[in-house]
Structure formats: structure tokens, C-alpha cells
């Protein structure tokens, strides 16, 4: 049972450092385009699921509103949020 348990803490583990390595990856490449055009426009998280060719975000036909919010949000603090999700599995997983 210690096995399951040190996994489930290693995992989330994993998820956090995905989380935070996403959102300074993101952030990183934000920085990079506005010193190239001296004009911040992060990521949204419509941007990066394009860039996976998630169909629903390429031609929306429903959820319209969800869209328009996820278009507006920016990745990184998506990735940020997703970390911050995972710190409790992290930290309580092994319990």
C-alpha cells in the first residue's frame, strides 16, 4: 500500500512541476514577443490549444461563451492555476 501512496505523491509532484514549468515556459515566451514588438499579448489558452489542433477551439460550434473566455485567458496563468491545483495531491498523496 506504501507503493500506491509514494506514487500518487510522486504524480503529483510531476503535475506541479509541469504546472509551473508550462507557466514559466509561457511567461518566458510572452517576454520574448514583446521585446521583439514592444507589445504584450500573452497566450491564451485558445492560442495553445490551437497549436495542439483541439477541433473545438479551431471552429467552435457550441459553447460560445466558454470560447470567448478561454480566448481571453491567458496559458500561463492556466499553467499556474494547474499547478497550484496539483500541491495538495503532492503533498497529501503520500497520506
Not at 11 to 29: E, H, M, P, Q, R
Not at 53 to 65: H, Q
Request: aromatic fraction near 20%; charge should be positive; proline fraction near 5%.
Amino acid at each position: 500500500m506504501a507503493d500506491k501512496k509514494g506514487l500518487l505523491a510522486g504524480f503529483g509532484a510531476l503535475l506541479c512541476y509541469f504546472g509551473f514549468g508550462g507557466a514559466l515556459t509561457v511567461l518566458a515566451w510572452d517576454g520574448y514577443q514583446y521585446w521583439r514588438s514592444h507589445d504584450w499579448k500573452p497566450v491564451s489558452v485558445i492560442a495553445g490549444m490551437r497549436s495542439v489542433n483541439v477541433p473545438w477551439a479551431l471552429e467552435p460550434g457550441s459553447w460560445f461563451a466558454l470560447w470567448n473566455s478561454l480566448y481571453g485567458f491567458p496559458l500561463a496563468a492556466a499553467f499556474l492555476v494547474f499547478g497550484l491545483v496539483a500541491i495538495p495531491i503532492y503533498l497529501f498523496g503520500d497520506r
